[in-house]
């Protein structure tokens, strides 16, 4: 995944853009950029690798080194950006969000037309260089865009700074992304996550729709291209991925997981035996705030059997070395043992994709002397890898618990049956369920249904992307 962020103003926005950026750091942890724009230096960009220290203390030092009125920064899962290019277009700085499905089919276009690439991430192309070439082939960067959006089989949000000190930022084309803008007295800045800007003094100004496309200048933004009607904004963000204090498509993260802890709680008490249960408890840390909405409706008091140890162990930094990671994994979780020894606990998490985190803490908690530990997912089960945004975490759809057990079960002749699965009413849904359970020692399980997920984002469906749940684009 990753996240961008930008700033053009009449004074410095290099300080801005530092900040900003490092505010998006919950969304990735490879690699880091900024590049700026001044009048007298031109462009400028320096990239770290972050794997093993934040943004923060990589790029300290830059900012007594880079200067301008406009800059950009990101966050990136995936390759280092932003990038440079020169084109008929002019020299710009870029950075893109998303995924590039087909990019063996875009390098033999370009390759074929006499273009070439330099930016290598190990042996693959820079995703950011592919959607670079896309809109140097055309004789704008609207048109440049549009085709690059139309061309790319995936997603892709971009953000770039021109050598005419102007930001140009283009949401997906379906808007399965947030591009949100802020204005400050002096200037504007384009963002991923809202409340990035709002610590820095900025007030919402507006998000980009679907596909649309604006230039932003320190005076004001002028749009390029209108916004599509389409929209299928994902909504695995509210679930998991997006910051507790974000809002996306004015609907907050925060209020949304208090909201679907409360409306999977009220499902529960209709199914299921909640009698025993001394405990609520959320995995740390999406999953809490969905665990206090589900403590707050059923009544059973909320508490944290365990806790995060975070002040060295913040970040996903894990060992080469498969015994180190299992090690570190579990120095990570400080017991709190008057709420563990001999308590029936049920915890909520955000999701269930392989499983293998929450098979280990379930384990912690056993080993602690729990009596019961009853497991909630809260959304529905995941049943196919995103392929628009790489949020299931898996490399194919055999990773995932659901599809692994399901296949178990029945072997090639579940794939026929997903819908059933995923519903818990069925006796395909109850089997999986418990096959689950004993595979990870859980005394229960349940999902949130689909419906009761889009209740809680309280968004239209048919403006929701629910794929990697329904398989349905």
Not at 12 to 27: E, I, K, P, Q, R
Not at 44 to 55: K, Y
Not at 426 to 440: L, P, Y
């Amino acid at each position: 995944m990753g996240g961008f962020f930008g700033s053009v103003k009449k004074s410095d926005a290099v300080f801005d853009v530092f900040l900003g950026a490092d505010y998006h750091s919950h969304l990735g942890t490879k690699r880091g950029g900024m590049a700026a724009f001044d009048r007298a230096i031109g462009l400028q960009r320096e990239i770290h690798n972050i794997e093993n220290a934040p943004f923060r203390t990589k790029f300290e030092r830059v900012l007594a080194e880079m200067s301008g009125n406009a800059a950009i920064g990101c966050i990136s899962d995936t390759d280092p950006q932003p990038l440079l290019t020169v084109s008929k277009l002019g020299t710009y700085a870029i950075c893109t969000i998303g995924i590039i499905n087909n990019v063996d089919d875009i390098k033999k276009e370009i390759l074929a037309r006499g273009g070439y690439f330099d930016a290598m991430t190990g042996s693959k192309v820079n995703s950011s260089e592919i959607v670079a070439a896309l809109i140097n082939s055309k004789e704008s960067y609207v048109d440049g865009i549009r085709y690059a959006q139309d061309r790319i089989e995936g997603t892709a949000s971009i953000l770039l700074l021109t050598d005419r000190g102007t930001l140009i930022a283009a949401r997906d084309k379906v808007g399965r992304l947030p591009v949100t803008i802020g204005k400050c007295a002096d200037g504007y800045c384009v963002s991923f996550e809202n409340f990035a800007y709002r610590k820095l003094g900025y007030s919402d100004e507006r998000e980009l729709g679907p596909g649309e496309i604006v230039e932003i200048s320190s005076d004001g933004i002028t749009r390029l291209a209108a916004p599509h009607e389409k929209m299928r904004v994902c909504a695995f963000l509210w679930s998991y991925y997006g910051y507790p204090t974000s809002s996306y498509e004015g609907v907050n993260v925060e209020m949304m997981r208090c909201r679907n802890g409360k409306i999977f709680a009220a499902r529960d008490e209709k199914t299921q035996d909640l009698s025993g249960i001394d405990y609520v408890g959320g995995v740390p840390d999406s999953g809490t705030p969905h665990a206090i909405g589900y403590a707050n409706a059923s009544k059973i008091p909320f508490a944290r059997p365990y806790i995060k140890y975070t002040p060295t162990w913040s970040r996903s930094f894990m060992p080469v070395n498969q015994t180190e990671r299992n090690k570190i994994a579990k120095m990570k979780l400080i017991p709190v043992h008057e709420f563990i020894e001999g308590k029936e606990l049920l915890l909520v998490d955000d999701s269930i994709v392989r499983g293998t985190q929450l098979k280990e803490t379930v384990e912690f908690l056993y080993s602690h002397g729990a009596k019961a530990v009853h497991m909630r997912s809260a959304c529905p089960p995941i049943m196919y890898g995103c392929k628009f945004l790489n949020f299931s975490r898996s490399s194919g759809d055999m990773d995932l618990i659901t599809r692994r057990t399901m296949a178990e079960l029945e072997g090639d002749e579940g794939v026929r049956h997903m819908e059933e699965y995923s519903d818990s009413r069925t006796e395909r849904g109850k089997a999986m369920r418990k096959a689950i359970c004993d595979k990870f020692n859980f005394e229960s399980l349940e999902f949130q249904s689909i419906e009761g997920l889009i209740e809680a984002i309280g968004i239209e469906p048919c403006k929701l992307c629910t794929y990697c749940w329904t398989g349905k684009e």
